[in-house]
C-alpha cells in the first residue's frame, strides 16, 4: 500500500491537459465580454483627459491673455512659457490619449469654441469613434 502511495504523488500528463483546456474555454468565454468594456474605459479616460487638458488651457490663457497656436501644440503646457510669470507647467505630463497617441489640438476651433481637442480613438481611420472637446 505505501509503495502505491508512493507512486502516486503528482498529477498524470491527461489531467493536466484537462485542466489546461477547461481554463482555456473559460478564457475564450470571458475575454469576448471583456474587450468592449476595455474600449469603452479607454473612451472614458479619454474624456477625462480632455476635461483636464481643457482646463490647464483656461489656466494658461489666464496667466498668458490667449491659448497657445496651434503651432505651439499642447506641449507649451507642461512646460513654463518664457513670456509668461508662471513658473510651473500647467499638465505634469504630454497629453497622450489611452491609445499612446498625442491629443490634437486646434486654435481657433471650428466648433464655436475657442479651441478643439480630440482624439482619434482606438481605429485612428474610422471618425465615428473620435473623442472629442465639443460633444462633451
Known amino acids: 500500500m505505501r509503495r ?4 502516486r504523488a503528482g498529477f498524470t500528463l491527461i489531467e493536466l491537459m484537462v485542466v489546461v483546456i477547461i481554463i482555456a474555454a473559460l478564457a ?3 475575454l469576448p465580454q471583456l474587450i468592449p468594456a476595455s474600449d469603452e474605459a479607454k473612451r472614458n479616460i ?6 483636464n487638458v481643457s482646463t490647464a488651457l483656461r489656466l494658461y490663457r489666464l ?9 505651439e501644440g499642447l506641449v507649451i503646457l507642461t512646460k513654463p512659457s518664457s513670456s509668461s510669470t508662471w513658473r510651473e507647467g500647467y499638465l505634469e505630463k504630454p497629453a497622450v490619449d489611452p491609445w499612446k497617441r498625442p491629443y ?3 486654435c481657433p476651433g471650428t466648433h ?3 479651441f478643439d481637442i480630440w482624439s482619434a480613438g482606438p481605429r485612428e481611420d474610422d471618425a465615428a ?4 472637446s465639443w460633444d462633451l
Open 4 to 7: 502505491l502511495i508512493q507512486n
Open 28 to 30: 475564450g468565454m470571458v
Open 46 to 51: 479619454a474624456k477625462g483627459d480632455i476635461a
Open 63 to 71: 496667466h498668458n491673455d490667449k491659448y497657445p497656436s496651434t503651432e
Open 104 to 106: 490634437k489640438y486646434a
Open 112 to 114: 464655436n469654441r475657442s
Open 129 to 132: 469613434d473620435d473623442v472629442n
